[in-house]
């Protein structure tokens, strides 16, 4: 179903990387949601308010809040869809997160006002249904599948472009097929029992639900807002990508930066030998910093770091000081080694990064790596630079 509406409506759908096509599926989501919590508001008002069901009006009110929440997407996928100007250099993708942050705090509200609705309804009852109620039976049912096939087709369209907004309104579908069970089972019990209490207890535990889903949801966008770790496949798919020239002998230092799904920035330390052209090595900096954006759509910036290469004495005092950081911990790592030797003892240059999970030993590693390199050769000292881990890179370097 959902492959069918991409062919209908969104031309090229399979180039998801393309701009305007991504800004398409998240409208075709957002027309979708819009046209059937119409079809829905109108519904459940009408049975609502016809039999005094308290839990279908305040469904109906859910639902309004949907279709707002489309129209909130749309406007979303239209402002980040814009180019670069003078104001936003890295493009406006990241309003996309914001609509994604106020489905949240919409959500919240809803899951707020339900459970005080249901208060109210535990303080005064409604009165037992005298005859079936066929008519709420029908649009509770048809209101399910309905929020079922949104679901369907939120979740699905935003995996394909990674969609935050999307997920936020596909996962606000499924608190929807939930909370409108709970009416349905309340709606039932009520009429066969004449407990007309359940509809609130139902409506306190749904609320309760939607108020948890809220915080998830907030919680995911404010983790992509301030600053949230790049996706480890493609950190992995990065790296591999650079180390595949056999001149690139080490990577280091990467930092990435997310101003959206599709606007990722890279900066990365590369170690080439230090004896080569310069011009031969700068050349393939710029090739790999080429194939990073045309593979991966990563804007990148490669610095590049000579070392130098075949040295007895270097790769001595280097293989001491890895032996000894790798049985202090195999999350630490260095990089950017040199020596500088004197006539009576030889002082190893390098940065070592300590991730933050470790930094409250810092002092405690270091000490303990000053001593086992001491004891491994008394000569050797070590001149050490603290580096930060702002992105892990899971293979060692070559």
Not at 243 to 269: C, Q, T, W
Not at 340 to 357: E, R, T
Request: proline share 3%.
């Amino acid at each position: 179903m959902v492959n069918l509406l991409l062919k209908l409506f969104v031309p090229n759908y399979k180039n998801v990387d393309d701009v305007k096509v991504r800004n398409n599926y998240g409208i075709l989501g957002s027309v979708v949601g819009v046209i059937s919590n119409v079809i829905l508001v109108v519904s459940k008002l009408i049975v609502g308010l016809l039999f005094f069901n308290l839990s279908i009006i305040a469904d109906a009110l859910n639902n309004l809040s949907d279709f707002l929440n489309c129209l909130l997407n749309i406007f979303g996928f239209k402002i980040s869809s814009k180019p670069a100007d003078e104001d936003h250099p890295y493009g406006h993708e990241r309003m996309e997160y914001i609509i994604s942050l106020i489905v949240s705090i919409v959500i919240l509200f809803l899951g707020f006002n339900i459970i005080y609705q249901a208060v109210l309804n535990l303080i005064n009852p409604i009165e037992a249904y005298e005859s079936f109620p066929l008519a709420s039976l029908i649009v509770l049912i048809v209101s399910i599948f309905i929020k079922i096939f949104q679901s369907i087709v939120y979740y699905s369209l935003g995996k394909k472009i990674n969609s935050i907004s999307l997920k936020a309104l596909g996962a606000d579908s499924r608190n929807d097929v939930i909370s409108t069970s709970g009416v349905l089972i309340g709606l039932l019990i009520s009429y066969y029992t004449g407990f007309t209490r359940i509809d609130g207890i139902i409506s306190i535990l749904v609320g309760l639900f939607i108020i948890y889903s809220g915080i998830e949801i907030l919680k995911d966008t404010s983790n992509l807002l301030l600053g949230e770790k790049p996706d480890a496949d493609l950190v992995k798919k990065f790296v591999e990508l650079i180390k595949s020239d056999n001149r690139v002998l080490g990577v280091h230092d990467l930092e990435m930066h997310m101003y959206g799904p599709k606007m990722i920035f890279a900066s990365v330390h590369v170690e080439v030998d230090g004896s080569k052209d310069i011009f031969e090595s700068h050349d393939m900096i710029d090739n790999l910093e080429k194939l990073a954006y045309s593979k991966l759509n990563v804007k990148t910036v490669i610095h590049m770091d000579p070392i130098k290469v075949n040295d007895p004495l270097t790769q001595k005092c280097k293989d001491i000081i890895s032996s000894v950081v790798a049985n202090i911990s195999k999350d630490l790592s260095i990089h950017d080694f040199r020596i500088v030797s004197g006539p009576s003892h030889i002082n190893a240059v390098f940065d070592i990064v300590i991730p933050n999970k470790l930094k409250d030993k810092e002092k405690e590693i270091i000490n303990q790596l000053k001593q086992e390199v001491k004891k491994k050769d008394p000569n050797l000292y070590l001149v050490m630079t603290i580096d930060e881990e702002y992105t892990m890179i899971m293979e060692d370097n070559k």
